[in-house]
């Protein structure tokens, strides 16, 4: 049972983040040039989605098969999750079959529940709390455009949600200042604001977040499982959506990220991911290099000959 998990930032140290995205970059390159590396031949990955995805599971699926291993999709209505098997006891088994396992969920729990029972590694792929794989593809994107992160500003606007506690974690790992603009009400959860002391700052209003910020980053007002508060989201949020204005308010060098799925006309303008300042796209595709470094540090490398 003394499986590593990557369940958060936290899990890793500074140093070994700075070192997963280094080896992204690395990774990203060897693909760009054709160069076949399969370290992980006959590895395979259980990926658990209780929710929706698109770049989580294509990134994992893509990003093993390439490695050399294989991924298996998962969800509960076709296993026995779905029908009350106990977390603990499918922890217990599928980690008998797997070589790692991925769960995109609801309570973060449930990770910590599995990985209490599991043999080999578990991945966050999103919880109600974090996404901690999707800041790794934020902070190599960083890296690529504009180097180190380090002693920079970063603006987080909008919804507190489970991508904002991961900027939070972010800012304490990779050294950076955080303002968060969020609406009364809505803002991180304590325990991440509490265990990053005056690293973080709340605002609320969206331009006194931004002046001066490197990156801006945003995200769905109403993420997955909260579709019943859309219309009053929709409402609560209009002040807060990042257009080409609000960015010429912050650094002359900012770069604009969103994690994707993004609602045009919503929490950015029709337009932000068109502006030369928007990198969505090349964070998106780095879900893959990012996730490929982190199987690699947690899958252990291939079995020994016979
Ligand atoms: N950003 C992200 O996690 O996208 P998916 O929901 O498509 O996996
Ligand atoms: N905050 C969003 C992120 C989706 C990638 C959600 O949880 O739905």
Not at 2 to 29: N, V, W
Not at 140 to 156: C, D, L
Request: glycine fraction near 6%; charge should be negative.
């Amino acid at each position: 049972m003394s499986a590593r998990h990557f369940l958060s930032l936290m899990d890793c140290t500074p140093q070994e983040l700075s070192g997963l995205i280094r080896r992204a970059i690395e990774l990203k390159d060897l693909r760009k040039r054709g160069v076949l590396f399969e370290p992980l031949k006959s590895r395979v990955l259980g990926m658990i989605f209780e929710k929706a995805s698109t770049r989580t599971r294509l990134s994992f699926e893509a990003g093993m098969i390439q490695l050399g291993g294989q991924a298996i999709f998962l969800s509960p209505r076709d296993t026995q999750l779905g029908r009350g098997e106990p977390i603990a006891d499918s922890a217990r088994v599928m980690s008998r079959m797997l070589d790692a396992v991925m769960i995109r969920t609801f309570a973060h729990s449930t990770l910590t529940e599995f990985a209490a029972h599991s043999q080999v590694p578990l991945i966050n792929g999103l919880s109600d709390d974090l996404h901690p794989c999707q800041l790794l593809a934020d902070m190599q994107t960083f890296a690529e455009q504009r180097g180190s992160i380090q002693g920079k500003t970063v603006a987080w606007v909008g919804d507190g949600n489970n991508m904002c506690n991961t900027y939070i974690e972010a800012a304490q790992q990779f050294d950076f200042q955080l303002r968060v603009a969020c609406p009364e009400g809505y803002e991180p959860k304590a325990r991440f604001l509490d265990a990053a002391g005056d690293r973080v700052q709340i605002v609320r209003d969206p331009r006194e977040a931004v002046r001066g910020a490197h990156l801006v980053s945003t995200d769905v007002w109403t993420s997955m499982g909260q579709e019943e508060e859309t219309a009053k989201r929709l409402k609560l949020f209009a002040p807060y959506q990042v257009n080409r204005a609000l960015l010429d308010a912050a650094d002359p060098t900012v770069i604009f990220l969103h994690c994707l799925p993004a609602h045009r006309g919503e929490e950015i303008s029709e337009d932000l991911l068109d502006d030369p300042r928007a990198f969505a796209w090349d964070q998106a595709e780095n879900r893959l290099h990012a996730q490929k470094a982190l199987l690699e540090m947690l899958v252990a490398p291939a079995f020994a000959q016979p």
